[in-house]
T-cell receptor
Framework: EAQVTQNPRYLITVTGKKLTVTCSQN?????MSWYRQDPGLGLRQIYY???????DKGDVPEGYKVSRKEKRNFPLILESPSPNQTSLYFC????????????????FGPGTRLTVT | LAKTTQPISMDSYEGQEVNITCSHN???????ITWYQQFPSQGPRFIIQ???TKVTNEVASLFIPADRKSSTLSLPRVSLSDTAVYYC????????????FGKGTRLHILP
């Protein structure tokens, strides 16, 4: 089954404790992306990756890192989490990325609810 | 990336057809129009995508006028399970585009 998986689904942590949220897709998609969703603010893009070893900032990249060493995986790293990073995080992938074609259809993971105290 | 404007919320009743209009005055020549549906605490789900005129699939129809400055998502005979947030996105034809979901339209279906 074609899917995007994220782990963990729920995480409660403390300020400053480094954490990684994993994302994996089995559709051989080149483009992957991370979003955060907060009440009243909608979905905002954090980082995206056009292909292996190619990453770029989205709208709200501060406080986050990403890496793309393999095509299927795109982990999101919070080196020193803070309470304002408490949010619902979504990973997504698509066959084409920005500027690579005339259309794109993103497949989203189930989300990771992160609480930083 | 073209900015989009949608109604914040809409109510409708089961069995009715629902039309959600999205305005995108600055759409670029190569931009497609894409709609997503999102249920609470789930990731958005692709519904439909189009470039011009009309596109129909098993879930919805998308109407795009000739000037492409707006589009209308049409959901036929809605049910309670269609209660969700619907997002209209335009663009991604440029390498430097940012993908912006906006706040979407919160559709509430009443029995």
């Amino acid at each position: 089954e074609a899917q995007v998986t994220q782990n963990p689904r729920y995480l409660i942590t403390v300020t400053g404790k480094k954490l990684t949220v994993t994302c994996s897709q089995n559709m051989n998609h080149e483009y992957m992306s991370w979003y955060r969703q907060d009440p009243g603010l909608g979905l905002r893009q954090i980082y995206y990756s056009m292909n292996v070893e190619v990453t770029d900032k989205g709208d709200v990249p501060e406080g986050y890192k990403v890496s793309r060493k393999e095509k299927r995986n795109f982990p999101l790293i919070l080196e020193s989490p803070s309470p304002n990073q408490t949010s619902l995080y979504f990973c997504a992938s698509s066959l084409r990325g920005l500027g690579q074609g005339l259309s794109y259809e993103q497949y989203f993971g189930p989300g990771t609810r992160l609480t930083v105290t | 990336l073209a900015k989009t404007t949608q109604p914040i919320s809409m109510d409708s009743y089961e069995g009715q057809e629902v039309n959600i209009t999205c305005s995108h005055n600055n759409i670029a020549t190569n931009d497609y129009i894409t709609w997503y549906q999102q249920f609470p605490s789930q990731g958005p789900r692709f519904i439909i995508q189009g470039y011009k005129t009309k596109v129909t699939n098993e879930v919805a129809s998308l109407f795009i006028p000739a000037d492409r400055k707006s589009s209308t998502l049409s959901l036929p005979r809605v049910s309670l399970s269609d209660t969700a947030v619907y997002y209209c996105l335009v663009g991604a034809s440029n390498r430097d585009d940012k993908i912006i979901f906006g706040k979407g339209t919160r559709l509430h279906i009443l029995p």
